[in-house]
């Protein structure tokens, strides 16, 4: 071997070795050991990609809404239960009271301090009679059947009067032309009645989503529109106040005899209002929880995902050395 090749050789071996394509400072990096790139940099990227690709997914969606959606309906909860509350006291309240005589005209803007109370009212039962329902009572169909009731000989407007229950068949007899319960010969006027009643209050929410609108025009009635009803009886040319008074069953014949009969059948004396409002509020604070916990949870994990310690490169070049 000449002289210059030896000398050549002898370089070489003096020399560090590195891979083809190494860039000095990530072969210098390597063989400190040290990642291929900036760890603080890429960590950060990776974090901020995986926490957005957690966000869309389907599920973290759901979990976002969930909480929002559930503490709503508990907080709704809690005001029906504060509503509920007052509306039980103000019910027991004015049933221990004793009846009063319904004067002959009723002030209307006084009804809600009265409600729930019980009254007795003097007068004759007329008609047309309104068929309101479907009803149940005891698992049996029907309606409410809702007379007009004419005070006119003592000085006093016409109300209207819910008898009470009557079962599907004797309301299409009814609907048919049949005598109604309560009426005189051929439906005319009743003979002169005293009946012990009971004002109700009106329900904002007699009508839902789901109940279909009445049509007067066919004699169908399926939520109690009080003043509907008084115009479709007569309105003010018969001196139709927008009153509903609930006929009280005294519970003298059983409801079974009456049901027999084809006679209808008045409320209870009694009111009883069930109160669930705190379990429907437990219920739905507790569903907002868990689901806040979950997506917690779901966010946090997505936020942990660590990137590899070391890269591709960085265990190249260890495997060369």
Known sequence: MSRPQSFLSAL???????????????????????????????????????????????????LLIAPLLTGYLGVWQVQRLKW???????????????????????????????????????????????????????GVPGFHLIL???????????????????????????????????????????????????LTKADPNAKSYFTPDNKPEKGEWYWKDVPAMAEAVGGEARDVQPILIDAIDRESTPTSVLLAQGEPVGR?????LRNQHLTYAITWFSLCAATSAMLAMVIYS??????????????????RQ
């Open 12 to 62: 070489r071996s003096a020399l560090p070795r590195r891979p083809l394509g190494a860039s000095p400072s990530a072969f210098a990096r390597a063989r400190a050991g040290g990642p291929s790139a900036n760890p603080t940099r890429n960590s950060s990227t990776v974090t901020n990609n995986s926490l957005r690709s957690t966000l869309l997914r389907p599920i973290t969606v759901v």
């Open 84 to 138: 509920k509350v007052a509306l039980i006291e103000e019910v027991d309240r004015n049933l221990a009271k004793d009846p009063i005589v319904l004067p002959g005209k009723i002030n209307l803007g006084a009804l809600p301090d009265f409600a729930f109370r019980r009254v007795l009212i003097k007068g004759k039962m007329a008609g047309p009679p309104i068929l309101q329902g479907p009803q149940t009572r005891d």
């Open 148 to 198: 007009p009731f004419d005070r006119s000989a003592a000085g006093g407007s016409t109300i209207l009067l819910n008898r009470g229950f009557i079962k599907t068949a004797e309301g299409e007899a009814i609907r048919r032309g049949a005598h109604v319960p309560g009426l005189g010969p051929d439906n005319g006027p009743s003979d002169e009645v005293i009946v012990e009643g009971m």
């Open 268 to 272: 209870a004396p009694v009111i009883e």
């Open 302 to 319: 997505g936020r942990t995902k660590k990137m590899p310690r070391r890269s591709a490169f960085g265990e190249n070049v260890q495997r």
